[in-house]
Nanobody, 121 residues
Framework: QVQLVEAGGGLVQPGGSLRLSCAASGRIFSINSMAWHRQAPGKQRELVATKPYGGSTNYADSVKGRFTISRDSAKNTVYLQMNSLTPEDTAVYYC???????????????WGRGIQVTVSS
């Protein structure tokens, strides 16, 4: 089994910054992809940024130039650096991992429990 633990959310003023982290632990052979999604009140969950292994990083248009996704492979951790935050970035942020438990097993999708980010003055 795999556990994901998110950290770094909270309340920040417009124009401020936050850094989210999400660490995966448990039975992990390989991590195929990492991503961050978010869900604002009354809206559907949307992809914020994705970082597939060996592939290119992609961002939602609304966060390009402000958010940066990165990974620490040694720690099985993904980060989301968020700068120039606006009230429209207020949402619950979810990390996502696609993980294979063994060399021969199929990868599965794992989600964090979500962490609140509130941008308000």
């Amino acid at each position: 089994q795999v556990q994901l633990v998110e950290a770094g959310g909270g309340l920040v003023q417009p124009g401020g910054s936050l850094r989210l982290s999400c660490a995966a632990s448990g039975r992990i052979f390989s991590i195929n992809s990492m991503a961050w999604h978010r869900q604002a009140p009354g809206k559907q969950r949307e992809l914020v940024a994705t970082k597939p292994y060996g592939g290119s990083t992609n961002y939602a248009d609304s966060v390009k130039g402000r958010f940066t996704i990165s990974r620490d492979s040694a720690k099985n951790t993904v980060y989301l650096q968020m700068n120039s935050l606006t009230p429209e970035d207020t949402a619950v942020y979810y990390c996502y991992f696609r993980i294979a438990a063994t060399m021969s097993s199929l990868p599965y999708d794992y989600w964090g429990r979500g962490i609140q980010v509130t941008v308000s003055s």
